[in-house]
DNA sequence: TTGTAGGCGTTATCAT
DNA sequence: ATGATAACGCCTACAA
């Protein structure tokens, strides 16, 4: 590997000067530029981004940390991500907290050992503290964490009032909620909104918590056959939703005629799926987008105008209800 | 960030002692360790990666090149991947190349810069050359890509002649392969493995090609609207598998009762779906553990047993054949 | 306009 | 057993 040395001594200049080439900075007359510019191919140079950003004490790396990678709504997420962080021109760490607050916390201190910039954090745990202390700019995606910690999540209570309201419209009377782990503000926000709306229409759904990612489908059948009559589900994710149809149709069901169905995250596969799924979508594009932004103007020590942004969700109608 | 100054301040020692401690080498006095310690944790001293990386000349960390993350399969295989380099004490770094071949060199240079240890490439382009003048260890994953780049696939063809084989003994007599791009040499081992068996019966399948991830349902609908008497299908990917499926209910079409469809990749979606599909499962578990040993071997310049290993398939039976 | 030299935080090779 | 010190490759005052 050429160094920068190297570069100087092939064009017969000092190293200050390839810098200021490599980073077009200062004086430079436009021959020697050429001369360097020639050697740097020459010699198929490329910087060390280690000894730069050592010197820089900035990496020009966003860590990001999810609870899941397979978790497809969460890999759809990334994907995204990545995009507005390469438009920055900023490189991307994925870490897999595998839910785990033992591997966050090392992931922490790994990120900061590389003199990452930024971090991104979807996280379900909950220990402010932690990051508090961090004084690498963070921004939380999916959840609130904290006021100190700027955040973006969709607006799930809108979420919860939409799903709510389709069901209701569409003739419901026996609803079930199955949603996350209730211990997740996400997943309060959602039964808030759904609730406010059965409550107005005098309807007391029964609320199941499951994993998000891997709901167990025995528990599913159990609820839904501890109430035969029901005739609308609410899902905290697709992933649960589809595992729901599933049962359903053992149990000898049709979805959307017996019991509708609506799911959450409009993950790509809920178009592709039979029946093809209703869903409360979110909106991925934008949130990747507003968490990057914001993450920007802290790196850069801009002003934030908002600690916590909250994304539209809308409504997907597709053939899990009528 | 206390730096290793500053706790070989704190602590009344040189700087030499401290590293010593770090890193567990070299003779210190078990006084002095406690000490040094103690000034670690006051300060709550980590050691600064980048340093350590410019000196050492390698960074502990592995790049894993996909081009896709989105693809439920390279997705999941990715956290298993991720699971086993872990374990080795690296980090991961994901580069996502959106199968473009200049965001994948983009990313070959990227890591260099970073003193990468090793990558990890799944690729569907070509250009060998650019991967052979690269200096860091590499191994390829589900493409063999030259005789000079270790890699790890699946048993491709063993794949088509298990699809092939249960189809015509579920009594299938008019069959479509619907594959990936053909010009991939993973599908053109699928395509051999099949026509084999299909051969052998005097069947002659009809084979389309289509996008793994976006499959086109206007041209699934179109093929199939041409073989009216179809009633077996071999997809080269699941999420392929979901749209036919789609498109077949579309036509009024029964799955498995009039077509039978057998899947590629057992995603973990593939048991959630209804019906629950019918798959050649790929060992992600063991592609990805010989992948990263492999790697190993390499970045430890141990010798390596073969430079390309094929992994066994197998044929998981659910709902969507009979 | 260009070059010299010191420093970024570590590690490792010497001495001591 | 411990401490100076020279690298690692790069950037940036400051000097020339």
Redesign the interface.
């Known amino acids: 590997?050429a160094t920068i040395k190297d570069v100087a001594k092939r064009a017969h200049v000092s190293v200050a000067t390839v810098s200021r080439v490599i980073n077009n900075k200062g004086y430079v007359n436009e021959e020697t530029r050429l001369l360097v510019v020639e050697a740097i191919e020459a010699l198929n140079y490329?910087?060390?981004?280690?000894?730069r950003?050592?010197f820089k004490k900035q990496?020009r790396i966003i860590g990001v940390i999810v609870p899941?990678?397979?978790s497809?709504y969460f890999?759809?997420l990334?994907?995204i991500i990545?995009n507005f962080i390469i438009e920055e021109d900023y490189?991307?760490?994925?870490?897999?907290s595998r839910d785990d607050f033992a591997r966050e916390s090392k992931y922490l201190?790994?990120l900061?050992?590389?003199?990452i910039d930024g971090i991104l954090l979807v996280s379900n745990t909950h220990r402010i503290h932690d990051y508090q202390d961090l004084?690498v700019p963070i921004v939380a995606i999916d959840h609130h964490l904290s006021d100190h910690i700027p955040s973006v999540t969709s607006n799930n209570i809108q979420g919860g009032i939409l799903a709510a309201s389709k069901l209701i419209e569409a003739g419901c009377t026996e609803i079930i909620h199955f949603r996350g782990p209730s211990i997740l503000p996400t997943v309060q926000d959602r039964t808030t909104g759904f609730r406010s709306i059965m409550d107005k229409h005098r309807v007391a759904p029964n609320s199941f918590d499951l994993a998000f990612k891997d709901p167990d489908p025995q528990e599913i059948l159990s609820c839904l056959e501890k109430l035969p009559n029901v005739n609308g589900i609410f899902c905290d994710s697709d992933?649960i939703a589809?595992?729901v149809?599933?049962c359903l149709?053992q149990l000898g069901k049709n979805v959307p005629e017996d019991v509708q169905v609506i799911g959450f995250d409009n993950i790509?596969?809920a178009q592709?799926?039979?029946p093809?799924l209703t869903t409360i979508s979110q909106n991925k594009e934008q949130i990747a987008q507003t968490a990057v932004s914001l993450l920007m103007k802290l790196i850069q020590k801009q002003p934030i105008e908002a600690t916590h942004i909250e994304i539209d969700v809308n409504l997907v109608e597709r053939e899990t209800t009528q």
Chains 1, 2 share one sequence.
């Open positions: 590997m490329v910087p060390n981004e280690l000894a950003s050592l990496s899941h990678m397979t497809y890999a759809e990334i994907e990545e490189h991307v760490m994925v870490c897999n201190k790994v900061q050992q590389y003199s004084k992933v589809l595992s149809i599933q149709k790509e596969l592709m799926i039979t093809r």
